[in-house]
């Protein structure tokens, strides 16, 4: 009996602590979108088209809260959580990323996957599995100490692509200052990818600096040097 008032009273302090956590964390989105002029959604419909955040974590089985949507410094932005649910060898893993989705002013950007390598077996097998063209590229000896911290993928045909998108100074500013977040490159969209982080204005802010300068990184190189 005592046991089991004791687990109640557990779990009241635990669902308060979750409500109070929760206002504190829509408090700094609301204070954060004002700042940055941005529109923050707690949910949205995901078969919108016109706002959904697709990239290398969608998956059949996820759900997108908490939307942070504008624009910033000239560009088309969405802040979006997302949890994702993967099945592998018999078990239900869940994994939680804080995405932001970058629209890009010029197309045609070859698909390109940047992680970190510190992701677990079923990130690799199950996410970037199903990416079966993409193939592991090495930039350049230049770039050993970036290939400590990250595995990048490419196709082969655009692999000379890489060395104009992806310059010394854009891996070394990858390198020290937007690790440990993911990155992928795909045509039109850029994406920048926290895992398992708790949700702070000082990542929101890092992401959505951070990002939009690699962004204009992305958008400078030419139309002549991206061809098919």
């Not at 308060?16 to 954060?32: C, I, P, Q, T, W």
């Not at 990130?123 to 400590?148: P, Q, R, Y």
């Amino acid at each position: 009996m005592k046991l089991s008032l004791l687990n109640q009273n557990l779990n009241r302090h635990l669902k308060k602590a979750n409500l109070l956590g929760r206002k504190r964390e829509d408090r700094m989105y609301s204070s954060f979108a004002k700042e940055y002029g941005l529109i923050w959604f707690k949910n949205l419909n995901n078969k919108s088209e016109d706002i959904k955040v697709k990239g290398l974590t969608l998956c059949l089985d996820h759900k997108d809260y908490d939307y942070l949507i504008g624009s910033y410094d000239g560009y088309d932005v969405v802040l979006v959580k997302r949890i994702n649910r993967l099945f592998y060898k018999g078990k239900i893993f869940e994994n939680r990323f804080l995405i932001l989705s970058i629209e890009l002013k010029n197309k045609n950007r070859p698909h390109v996957i940047m992680v970190t390598t510190d992701h677990k077996e079923v990130f690799f097998k199950e996410v970037l599995g199903k990416f079966h063209n993409l193939k592991e590229l090495f930039i350049s000896d230049e770039a050993s100490n970036f290939a400590k911290y990250y595995h990048v993928y490419s196709t082969l045909s655009d692999a000379l692509i890489m060395e104009d998108l992806f310059s010394k100074e854009v891996l070394s500013i990858i390198e020290t200052h937007i690790r440990p977040l993911d990155i992928e490159l795909d045509n039109k969209t850029l994406y920048l990818y926290a895992k398992e982080q708790l949700v702070t204005k000082k990542l929101l802010e890092t992401m959505l600096e951070n990002g939009v300068w690699l962004a204009r990184k992305m958008d400078k190189v030419s139309k002549a040097n991206i061809k098919r």
